[in-house]
């Protein structure tokens, strides 16, 4: 890849109506679950949705859609998206060996984010994405920095789960966000809960309502609650997303309430969102 570009100015992604960012200031709180699940969601309430997996030290997207494709550049020498499920992707994961540690420093990461930003072609010419769904790394650090100065994002979904030592997280990630004037659409609580497959009884194994205490704070929407499922787990080991391997689930139905609610915080229709 070509690292020798200048930055360009912050602008929209060509081709890409709505950019939602997918953050959680810690990691191991299931964001790339939640950022997979999101887009398919999306896609399952009537929309064009891309996803971006900009956790470049850490890519999972490749393996939990059980994709490995080497990206080709189209006719014009930009970046043809990978197709998964009739859902365009990006990753370095395809790009680099699974087993490859990159020890990137700031510029180089910044011209790679530069290229996934505004050189990969998502959808054919004259097409749109109603969103592209972004799967940020963890924390607060060049990544998220990046994006914030050179693309318009519509807004972040900051995922967490319940227990106090990941919300003292959560709450550096937002203040990082407002800083950067990127708008908080709502939190999403990981790991609520456990649901006895048996006996039905919920448990709540990293305490409860965290994330709505956080929501409150910050005065913003708790946009949902996803379980801690052996089943959501599972789907993603094997690179089929819940939404898709188990449509009619009580868990699916909890990612497209997520989605539909990011969706209304938008004001957005499918078929007649319009770009900014």
């Keep these: ?38 887009a398919f969601a999306f ?15 850490g890519p999972s997207i490749p393996t939990m859609l059980g994709v490995n494709q080497e990206p080709h550049p189209d006719v014009m020498g930009r970046i043809r998206a990978v197709m998964a499920h009739n ?27 530069q290229q996934f930003f505004h050189e990969v072609k998502w959808v054919p010419y004259g097409e749109f994405l109603d969103f592209l769904v972004i799967d940020l790394p963890p924390g607060t650090g060049d990544v998220q920095l ?20 990941a919300l003292s997280d959560v709450r550096r990630g937002v203040s990082l966000f407002q800083t950067a ?8 609580e990981n790991m609520s809960f ?20 956080i929501a409150t704070e910050f005065n913003v929407p708790l946009l949902g609650k996803i379980p801690l499922a052996p089943a959501i787990r599972a789907c993603g080991d094997k690179g089929l997303p819940i939404v898709l391997a188990e449509p009619d689930s009580e868990h699916t139905a909890r990612y497209v309430e997520v989605a539909t609610r990011v969706k209304d915080a938008l004001g957005v229709t499918p078929g007649i969102s319009r770009r900014r």
């Excluded at 680099?96 to 910044?110: D, H, I, K, T």
């Excluded at 990046?146 to 030592?165: E, N, W």
């Design 1 to 38: 890849m070509n690292t020798s570009a200048p930055l360009p100015a912050r602008q929209m992604v060509e081709g890409v109506k709505h950019v939602i960012a997918v953050s959680s200031a810690k990691g191991g709180v299931g964001k790339s679950t939640l950022a997979v699940n999101l």
């Design 43 to 57: 896609q399952r309430i009537g929309f064009k949705v891309g996803l971006l997996d900009a956790d470049i030290y």
């Design 87 to 113: 859902i365009p992707l990006m990753s370095i994961g395809f790009m680099v060996n699974p087993s490859q540690a990159l020890a990137w420093r700031g510029p180089v990461l910044f011209q790679v984010l």
């Design 146 to 165: 990046s994006m914030a100065q050179q693309i318009h994002v519509s807004g972040a979904v900051i995922v967490t789960t319940p227990q106090d030592v």
């Design 181 to 188: 004037n990127v708008p908080i659409i709502g939190v999403v």
């Design 194 to 213: 456990f649901k006895c497959p048996h006996c039905g009884e919920c448990t709540d194994i990293f305490d409860s309502g965290g994330a709505q205490r």
